[in-house]
């Protein structure tokens, strides 16, 4: 694999290091979310991780493009988000994971409607529009009082799950 396709995801010690981008595609007052078969209750951004060799806004415009099938152009970035948590997938199951998250907000073009289902890494992920309050669990939690009225500028957040 070339050494820039290389997901920044880092093993430190028993630890690992992940650099991640979010993107905040928003209509009608609603965002977009992913979820996926594995968990179908819990609610993400459509992002991943930044690739060696790619800026933070670069990995978002890619992201977007692979799970909604468009090329976004990015607006402004509106948070970056410091967590640590324990992985709960088969590749990182109890392992203590730091992950810095850059959440931008996209220009979403007129008209914009992406396909439901998609696939990534052979596994199947599902798109869903939620209201910021929407009683359902989603990743960020602060979204929750920060998109019902999106303010100018960066905000930081810090979550520690450990």
Known sequence: MDEKKKDMTVACGDGIINLRVGAIIMRDGKILMV???RRPEYLYTVGGRIQFGETAEEAV????????????????????????FYGDSPSNL???????????FMKVPDGFDPA???????QEE??????????????????REE???????????TTDGR
């Open 35 to 37: 979820g996926n078969e």
């Open 61 to 84: 415009i890619r992201e977007v493009y692979e799970e909604t099938g468009v090329r976004m152009e990015v607006e402004r970035l509106g948070f970056v988000h410091e967590n640590y």
């Open 94 to 104: 109890g392992k203590l994971i730091y992950e810095i998250s850059f959440f931008f």
């Open 116 to 122: 439901e289902i998609f696939t990534d890494g052979g």
């Open 126 to 143: 599902f798109l869903r529009w939620i209201a910021p309050d929407a009683d359902v669990k989603y990743y960020p939690e602060f979204f």
């Open 147 to 157: 998109l019902i009225r999106p303010g100018e500028g960066v905000k930081y957040f």
